[in-house]
């Protein structure tokens, strides 16, 4: 297995260019399943989630080509509607065909996709939404077996917890329903609003997209469309942390700063400087030391919790200490142990996590569960002294396209070591 080498203390300057968002191109790819036309998306970065699902939609029966950032999806009528255990459990977005293959077929069986590491995730709010919609599912042998033969109806429904994975999949499958669907209490994270444009684009008929509250309006058929996949916000965060690790000034080109606000003023509170740019921003720390910040994890617009492991390893060098509170995930603290590991000071209480800052890290072997988690060990170990191997680097390759070579490119010395 690949590892991560990094040698410690090296300022970041440079310019990073921001890639197409995992978490938008994986229901960007499953609204294909609404049309037999081509649906032909651009920006699309390279990631094993993004051939992950590649390949769990090629076993539906959809044509795929990829040249480049531009990636063609076209699944013809006839298709399979059967999602199996071996590509779903690999990744927990594959639930995402559920919504899509219901309400054009009439008819999905789709694996259940289990736990994983930072929680239970279970999709009982995806099912009882569907059901509502007219569905009927059941549940056996670890798959879902779903059917509307009649076609879904359109309804009210109230999410009693905000969930991003919930909120599109229902926005897909209203899109062909018959009458008028309300999503109240919707996720409007920027992946949704993404989806929501693109569903326009094919043809759907949605009211309220960015607000948490979404109208649609079946409609018989969709078509196909072309759309660019958003910047992602959460690589976007993540580069901006390395440079405040680092005490460096790297432009983050591409960018979108209206996506990153709760990150932003929380890097500012931290005495980090963000500034705008002609393409995206600009994030610079020079000799001051970080300041310690208080975070909570929130859905969209608070504080993302897939920042939250790598606004830690930032806090560990912060002058005074930090309070970090995981409200999305009950198991969202793994990186902890392993910063420990590089001489952070950190005690986990609940769902809170008291950092308090120490001057330096130091170098070490670590390796995390998952992917946000592993990455902030690279950020601590680009600001910590000496040497350190982050192993089980397939987690980077979910979510983090050419992350060496960007943040070499910036000064950083990284490499990836063949095992
Ligand atoms: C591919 C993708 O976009 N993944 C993101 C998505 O995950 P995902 O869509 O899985 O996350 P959700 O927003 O659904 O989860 C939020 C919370 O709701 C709970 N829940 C969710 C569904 C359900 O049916 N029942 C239930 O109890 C979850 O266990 C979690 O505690 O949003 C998360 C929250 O921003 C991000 O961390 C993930 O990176
Ligand atoms: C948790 C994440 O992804 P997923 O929902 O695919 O596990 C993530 O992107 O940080």
Known sequence: MDKIRIRGGRQLDGVIRISGAKNAALPLMTAALLTPDPLVLTNVPELADISTMGKLLVELGVGFERIDDKVTLTAPDGGSTTADYDLVRKMRASVLVLGPLLARHGVAKVSLPGGCAIGARPVDLHLSALEAMGAEIKLDGGYVYASAPKGLIGTRIVFPKVSVG????????????????????????????????????????IEGIGSDSLTITGVDGLHGATHAVVPDRIETGTYAIAAAITGGSVEL???????????AQTLAKARVDVTLTPDGFRVVRRNNRIRGVDVMTEPFPGFPTDMQAQMMSLMTVAEGAAMITETIFENRFMHVPELARMGADVTVHHSSALVRGVETLRGAQVMATD???????????????????????YHLDRGYEKLEQKLAACGADIERVAA
């Open 166 to 205: 919930a909120t599109e999949n229902l926005l897909m499958a209203a899109a062909l329903a018959k009458g008028t669907t309300v999503l109240a209490n919707a996720a409007r994270e920027p992946e949704i609003t993404d989806l929501a444009e693109c569903l326009v684009k094919m043809g759907a008929r």
């Open 371 to 393: 992917l946000r988690a592993s990455v902030s060990l690279v950020l601590a170990g680009l600001a910590a002294e000496g040497e350190t191997v982050v192993n089980r680097v």
């Open 253 to 263: 080109k591409g960018a979108r700063l209206d996506h990153v606000q709760s990150l």
